[in-house]
Nanobody, 115 residues
Framework: QVRLVESGGGLVQAGGSLRLSCTTS????????MGWYRQTPGGQRELVAQ???????TYADSVKGRFTISRDNAKSTVYLEMNSLKPEDTAVYSC?????????WGQGTQVTVSS
């Protein structure tokens, strides 16, 4: 059974940094891609960043230059380093593992950025 366990959310002031972690119960090479999504109350879930199995990275325009996704395959962990945080980054962030046609999700972690 695939499980994704997230950690690292919290409350931070604008301009601050946080690092999210997501550890999978199986090798990350199982999945085509690992990614982070976020959702605000009443809002749609949006892709924040994605790391493909063999290297390519994708970022939402709103986070380019501020967020970095990385993978530690030996630890089966994907990270989201978030810098220069803004109040509009406030959301529940969820880890995703994509293995077509399946998508697996973590439980979500709250990130709150105060102004």
């Amino acid at each position: 059974q695939v499980r994704l366990v997230e950690s690292g959310g919290g409350l931070v002031q604008a301009g601050g940094s946080l690092r999210l972690s997501c550890t999978t119960s199986v090798s990350m090479f199982t999945f085509n891609a690992m990614g982070w999504y976020r959702q605000t109350p009443g809002g749609q879930r949006e892709l924040v960043a994605q790391a493909a199995r063999y290297g390519s990275r994708t970022y939402a325009d709103s986070v380019k230059g501020r967020f970095t996704i990385s993978r530690d395959n030996a630890k089966s962990t994907v990270y989201l380093e978030m810098n220069s945080l803004k109040p509009e980054d406030t959301a529940v962030y969820s880890c995703n593992a994509h293995f077509p046609p399946h998508n697996y999700w973590g439980q979500g972690t709250q990130v709150t950025v105060s102004s």
